[in-house]
């Protein structure tokens, strides 16, 4: 179990797989045996769907140095689409709201896999590893069993990080690994990184205090279509925003309103997240690999 040493906990606390918090995870399946209500429009598969995912995660805080995690699996899908699999492994995974503000429960995808009679199945990639420009060694995920899940997802996954990074990475790579290095190594051109702003545009403080009587309105950078995440720390709950294309989010007050005590209680972390996809070949398996970078800061809300 790692923790990181910032003014307040970091958003990696909020995360059931990468760097060794569960506690969330727990939570999905505590709000899982409670209600088992289908959710969502998801079409069965035919049973023994197979993929392969590597995913890729750069934290950037406000405050502190960047860092960088790593989770791979092959997973045996039954009943379920496979594009939702990561989002059911890793449930901070989730796309890009469409056109408003959305409430969104980490739980709910994993509740539509229940709905479906659906579970996964879970091996290790094994044998890759990332390379990372700057960073002076291979980030070799490593087997870890994955913790109980409602009974829908078991198995074994692969794990590496969090990594403190010197500095913000411009390129990786990703490939199987060889006696030498990384064999049939794949390129990849890290974006820079989005970055969370004042509604005035002025950089946002390690811990922000905002006025919670009124939507909150922050500006983001960055290139691509990034979105913000805004999260009470150990809560389920998040809204998730679209950025407009000036760059301005507004999170309206009536729905953080709807977040519940803990945003009065608790941090809130505000995450400006993007995130591409790539398929590949790892080791002659069709894979995809997810790059996904989070630029993290923690706002104090009042009333």
């Known amino acids: 179990m ?16 990468r760097g060794g918090a569960f506690g969330v995870l727990a939570l999905v ?5 409670c209600d088992g209500t289908p959710r969502g429009r998801d079409l069965p598969l035919p049973a ?17 140095s960047p860092s960088v995690s790593v989770l791979a699996f092959r997973a045996e899908v039954l009943g379920f689409q496979s594009d939702d699999v990561l989002g059911v492994v890793d449930p901070l995974v989730a796309s890009a709201p469409d056109a408003h503000c959305e409430l969104r429960d980490v739980a709910d995808t994993a509740r539509r896999l229940r709905g479906h009679g659906g579970n996964i199945n879970l091996e290790d990639v094994g044998n890759i590893a990332v390379e990372v420009g700057g960073h002076p060694a291979l980030l070799r995920p490593t087997p870890r069993v994955y913790p109980d899940d409602a009974s829908i997802v078991a198995g074994v ?16 790579a990703i490939g199987s690994l060889g006696p030498e290095g990384l064999l049939s190594r794949i390129p990849l051109t890290v974006p ?61 007050a009536d729905m953080i309103e709807r977040l519940g005590h803990l945003s009065r209680k608790v941090p809130v972390a505000v995450d400006a997240v993007s995130r591409q996809s790539h398929l590949v070949r ?3 398996q069709p894979t995809r690999l997810s790059l996904e970078i989070r630029a993290s800061t923690v706002l104090e809300l009042r009333q």
Do not use: W, Y
């Open 192 to 252: 820079d990184a989005p970055r969370v702003l004042g509604g005035d545009g002025a950089p946002v403080g390690a811990v922000a205090r905002f006025d919670a009587n009124g939507d909150l309105s922050l500006q983001v950078t960055g290139p691509g279509q990034p979105f913000v995440e805004l999260r009470p720390f150990g809560a389920t709950l998040a809204i998730a925003c679209p950025v407009g294309s000036s760059g301005r989010v507004t999170i309206p």
């Open 282 to 284: 790892v080791g002659g």
């Open 29 to 33: 399946a505590t709000a899982m045996a």
């Open 2 to 17: 790692r923790t990181r040493n910032r003014i307040a906990p970091p958003p990696s606390l909020n995360r059931p797989i």
């Open 157 to 172: 996954i692969a794990e590496a990080g969090p990594t403190d990074l010197a500095n913000f990475p411009t390129v990786m």
């Open 48 to 64: 023994g769907r197979k993929v392969s995912e590597i995913s890729v995660r750069l934290d950037v805080p406000s405050s502190g």
